[in-house]
């Protein structure tokens, strides 16, 4: 139930079953001064703050979850969820005593099982998934918990970024979770008299827009519930689970599951901060043998044969290129010059100082397929303005990727152009994907800069 009230205290909207909860029918409601009536209350929350900690309400002999958001226009946004019981579940409160902080990737992975393991515990959803964000947008099962009657499993599968729209990743940001407890329920309407628009971005009670409903039903999904996992403004994975049937969780154990969810991101956030600030403070020392090097030899053609494998060393790459002017100094599976030349041209010809591709047959117009399929380099410019360019190169890598369904769908768009529609299959499908090295890493680009200043004295000596 919900009710909207404008800042001089009257309500301007009420969803059409307010009756059960403040004794009026929603048109009785309307143009009523809140004050004048039995309301519920709860303390109000600013629309800024993500976790909105909803309370516990006994009104008129029924246990609600009362959550009061202030609006953006001044006035008060009312919700009320009815609650089975007011008993507190078993498990509420200790949440935060569950999550542990990690001290490597290998953590990181057993916690995220341990995460939905719980959390489909405690729900009791047929299946919990952790669905983690890869850079492109596109998700991947990393982690499932099964209960009963869930059937397969989705671990492993991929989905394009398109099934979850921009819109909808922003929305999760804002919220500790989406609940939506019978995807067959019909909505119930919110009237007023009004022609302003509500803001329920903040709610709880929110309509499921009619795509989502169809994409679950294509599933085969009666009841779901997520969690944002969030890296700072990112959304970095949802915690996702499904049920075959309508599933109604008591909102107190929610509460508790996304102050979990809360602590596991941050505790992720938090390590991944530190290993690339260790990073960070390495680089320093990492590269001092080279520039030590390059102080101590004159003519580059000396430097090469030890700067050119540590490259390779450093960089897990298959090749690596310098190339001052029109001389080419080259060890392993190098780009060629027509592919060098048109990587140049689409890279550090356009302002870029650092560029990096893992598909050069997909960021390269018109470039045929070669053997080396990735590749990230560095310009370091002289005080003349003369540029020496360093290539570290990766051979192709085929690799096969299961995707929970066919991935070429119709991408996200306009309104106005065509409707985002919900793919029916989610077999699993296998795609083998060509032109594709193994993947550079975050901090890849983080050590292409500090070679650039390691080996800016080299430059110098190039150009002499």
């Known amino acids: 139930m919900l009710l909207k009230v404008d800042r001089a205290g009257y309500i301007t909207h009420a969803s059409a079953n307010v009756h059960t909860v403040i004794g009026l029918g929603a048109d009785e409601a309307i143009g009523t001064h809140a004050d004048s009536l039995d309301l519920p209350h709860g303390t109000p929350v600013q629309p800024t703050d993500r976790r909105a900690r909803r309370q516990a309400v006994t009104h008129r002999g029924i246990t609600l979850s009362v ?8 006035g008060m946004l009312l919700e009320m969820i009815p609650q089975a019981g007011s008993s507190v579940p078993a498990h509420a409160g200790s949440a935060v005593r569950s999550a542990h902080p990690p001290s490597s990737e290998a953590d990181i992975k057993a916690d995220k099982q341990r995460l939905v393991d719980e959390i489909a515990e405690r729900t009791g959803y047929a299946r919990t998934m952790y669905y983690q964000f890869h850079d492109d947008g596109h998700g991947e099962v990393i982690a499932e918990a099964r209960n009963g009657t869930a059937f397969g499993s989705y671990q492993g599968l991929h989905f394009p970024a398109s099934d979850i729209p921009k819109i909808a990743r922003a929305l999760y940001l804002q919220n500790p979770w989406r609940m939506i407890p019978d995807a067959t329920a019909a909505p119930v309407a919110l009237l007023t008299r009004s022609t302003d628009p509500v803001d329920l971005t903040r709610s709880d009670l929110r309509s499921v827009s009619e795509v989502h409903l169809a994409y679950l039903a294509n599933m085969g999904v009666g009841a779901a519930l997520s969690f944002p996992v969030a890296a700072g403004d990112t959304l970095a994975a949802l915690i996702s689970c499904h049920h075959a049937g309508p599933r109604d969780p008591d909102i107190r154990v929610l509460d508790d599951i996304a102050a979990l969810v809360d602590a596991h991101a941050l505790a992720v956030s938090s390590f991944r901060a530190g290993r690339r600030m260790r990073l960070i403070d390495g680089m320093g020392r990492r590269f001092r043998d080279i520039e030590a090097l390059v102080a101590t030899t004159e003519r580059v053609e000396d430097i090469w044969p030890v700067l050119g494998p540590r490259l390779m060393a450093d960089f897990g790459a298959d090749g690596a290129v310098m190339c001052v002017g029109d001389t080419i100094h080259a060890v392993g599976h190098c780009l060629d010059d027509d592919t060098l030349g048109r990587v140049e ?19 390269v117009a018109d470039l045929m397929l070669t053997p080396v399929a990735g590749a990230a380099g560095v310009v370091i410019e002289t005080s003349a303005r003369q540029r020496v360019r360093l290539w570290v190169s990766r051979a192709e890598h085929i690799d096969e990727v299961t995707w929970g369904g066919n991935p070429d769908k119709p991408l996200e768009s306009d309104p106005v152009d065509k409707p985002i529609s919900p793919r029916r299959s989610f077999e699993a499908w296998v795609e083998r994907r060509i032109g594709y090295s193994r993947p550079w890493t975050s901090e890849t680009e983080l050590l292409l800069r500090h070679l650039r200043v390691a080996l800016r004295p080299l430059a110098q000596k190039a150009w002499r």
């Open 67 to 74: 959550l009061t958001i202030v609006a953006a226009d001044g």
């Open 345 to 363: 041209q689409v890279s550090f010809d356009r302002g870029a100082v650092v560029w990096q591709s893992d598909s050069l047959i997909r960021d």
